[in-house]
C-alpha cells in the first residue's frame, strides 16, 4: 500500500478552486480500482475532486446498479493514500446517511433524483444539520423550475454549499450526443444565480470519448467554473459507461490541452475595444426589437383581414414558403438551418398570438 499523505481539504474551501476538476470512474468496482484509479488521477496534478458511483440508477433493470455501501470503505482508503477528497451520487436518505457515516466529503444528487421532487425532498431532509457541500445535477428532461426546485430544497435544508452540474438534457432526435447539451438552460441558470459553482459533465452529455475535449471546451469558453468527466484504469472493460470513460493519464493530457480563458481582463484597450463591439450589439439589438414590433403591427393587420374574410390563421403553404426562403438567405448570411428554423419558429407563434387576438376579440 502507498504511504498516506495528507487526508483532504477542509469542507469549507473544497468548491472553492477555479477551474474545479473532478474525476473517478462511473462505477466504483473492486477496492484495487478505486485505489489505483485515486492514484493515477492523483499524479496528473490536475485533479482536485476523486468521483465514484457507489449507488447507480440504472434506466432498465438487470443492468449494474453499483457495488453499494460496501464500496465506501474503499473511498475512505482510496482518500487517505492519494489525498483526494471523494463525492459520490445519492438519491435516499439512507444512502446520505451510509456516506455521511464514511466521512464522504461532496454529495450530488443525479438527474433521475433532481426531477422527482419526492426524492430531492428526501435527501435534503436526511442533509439537516449536516455541513458538507452539495452538487445538483439538472434533472434529465429540460426543466429548469425542477432544477431550481431541488437547489432551493437543498438550500432551506440548511446547505449552505450548494453546486450545479450541467450533464445535458434527453431530447427527442437527439444523434449527436447521448444527452443533448441545450447550452442555453445551463447559461440561464448562471444568469440567474450567478452565485453559485456550475460545473460541466461532459462525460454524460457526449456518452463517448472521441468528443470529450470539443465539449470541455465549449463549457470553459462559457465560463463554466470547472469539468466533472469519468475516468477508469480500463475504460473499454468498465461494469458502466465504458464508451465514455477515459484513463487517467487521458485525462491528464485533455485538461493541459483546454485554452482556460478568465470572464474578464484588466487591459484598459481591451476593455475600450469591447465596449466599442458591445455597444454596436446594443444598437443592433434596439434595430431589431423595432423591426419586430412593427412585424407584429402587420400581422396584426394580416389577422383583422382573416377575421373579416373568416380565414383560418395558419397558412401552411405561407409558412413553407416562409421557411424556405429563410433558410436560402441565412445559408447566405452564414446563419445556421437550426438557429433559422428556431427564430422563425418564435417568431411565427408570436405572429400567430398576436393575430388570434385579434380574431378573438
Given at each position: 500500500m502507498e504511504q498516506a499523505i495528507e487526508q483532504k481539504t477542509p469542507t469549507a474551501d473544497l468548491l472553492k478552486k477555479r477551474p474545479l476538476i473532478i474525476s473517478g470512474p462511473c462505477s466504483a468496482e473492486t477496492e484495487e480500482q478505486v485505489m489505483q484509479t485515486a492514484m493515477r488521477l492523483a499524479a496528473t496534478g490536475k485533479v482536485d475532486i476523486l468521483r465514484a458511483g457507489i449507488w447507480k440508477p440504472r434506466t432498465r433493470p438487470g443492468s449494474f446498479e453499483g457495488i453499494g455501501t460496501k464500496g465506501l470503505p474503499w473511498l475512505q482508503q482510496a482518500r487517505k493514500a492519494s489525498g483526494l477528497p471523494v463525492a459520490v451520487e445519492v438519491a435516499t436518505g439512507k444512502q446520505v446517511e451510509d456516506a455521511l457515516h464514511f466521512?464522504?466529503?461532496?454529495?450530488?444528487?443525479?438527474?433521475?433524483?433532481?426531477?422527482?421532487?419526492?426524492?430531492?425532498?428526501?435527501?435534503?431532509?436526511?442533509?439537516?444539520?449536516?455541513?458538507?457541500?452539495?452538487?445538483?445535477?439538472?434533472?434529465?428532461?429540460?426543466?429548469?423550475?425542477?432544477?431550481?426546485?431541488?437547489?432551493?430544497?437543498?438550500?432551506?435544508?440548511?446547505?449552505?454549499?450548494?453546486?450545479?452540474?450541467?450533464?445535458?438534457?434527453?431530447?427527442?432526435g437527439n444523434t449527436e450526443y447521448r444527452n443533448a447539451p441545450m447550452w442555453h438552460l445551463a447559461i440561464e441558470m448562471k444568469r440567474r444565480?450567478?452565485?453559485?459553482?456550475?460545473?460541466?459533465?461532459?462525460?454524460?452529455?457526449?456518452?463517448?470519448?472521441?468528443?470529450?475535449?470539443?465539449?470541455?471546451?465549449?463549457?470553459?469558453?462559457?465560463?463554466?467554473?470547472?469539468?466533472?468527466?469519468?475516468?477508469?484504469?480500463?475504460?473499454?472493460?468498465?461494469?458502466?459507461?465504458?464508451?465514455?470513460?477515459?484513463?487517467?493519464?487521458?485525462?491528464?493530457?485533455?485538461?493541459?490541452?483546454?485554452?482556460?480563458?478568465?470572464?474578464?481582463?484588466?487591459?484598459?484597450?481591451?476593455?475600450?475595444?469591447?465596449?466599442?463591439?458591445?455597444?454596436?450589439?446594443?444598437?443592433?439589438?434596439?434595430?431589431?426589437?423595432?423591426?419586430?414590433?412593427?412585424?407584429?403591427?402587420?400581422?396584426?393587420?394580416?389577422?383583422?383581414?382573416?377575421?373579416?374574410n373568416n380565414i383560418t390563421i395558419l397558412q401552411t403553404n405561407r409558412w413553407n414558403s416562409i421557411l424556405e426562403r429563410a433558410f436560402a438567405k441565412g445559408d447566405k448570411l452564414g446563419l445556421s438551418k437550426e438557429f433559422v428554423t428556431k427564430y422563425f419558429d418564435a417568431v411565427h407563434m408570436e405572429s400567430i398570438n398576436h393575430q388570434n387576438k385579434i380574431m378573438n376579440s
Open positions: 466521512d464522504v466529503d461532496v454529495l450530488w444528487i443525479g438527474a433521475r433524483t433532481t426531477v422527482n421532487p419526492f426524492s430531492v425532498q428526501e435527501v435534503a431532509d436526511a442533509l439537516r444539520g449536516v455541513d458538507v457541500p452539495v452538487l445538483i445535477k439538472n434533472p434529465i428532461n429540460p426543466d429548469l423550475e425542477l432544477w431550481i426546485g431541488a437547489m432551493e430544497r437543498v438550500q432551506k435544508a440548511g446547505i449552505k454549499d450548494v453546486g450545479l452540474i450541467h450533464r445535458g438534457f434527453s431530447s427527442y444565480y450567478p452565485e453559485l459553482l456550475m460545473i460541466n459533465d461532459p462525460s454524460h452529455i457526449c456518452g463517448r470519448r472521441d468528443i470529450l475535449q470539443e465539449v470541455a471546451q465549449t463549457a470553459i469558453d462559457l465560463d463554466f467554473d470547472g469539468l466533472i468527466v469519468e475516468s477508469h484504469i480500463d475504460p473499454d472493460n468498465a461494469w458502466s459507461d465504458a464508451k465514455q470513460q477515459i484513463t487517467p493519464e487521458v485525462l491528464g493530457e485533455m485538461i493541459s490541452n483546454i485554452r482556460w480563458r478568465t470572464e474578464d481582463s484588466a487591459s484598459e484597450e481591451y476593455h475600450a475595444a469591447l465596449e466599442k463591439l458591445r455597444q454596436q450589439i446594443n444598437n443592433l439589438d434596439d434595430e431589431l426589437m423595432q423591426i419586430l414590433g412593427q412585424r407584429m403591427k402587420v400581422a396584426e393587420n394580416i389577422g383583422k383581414y382573416k377575421k373579416d
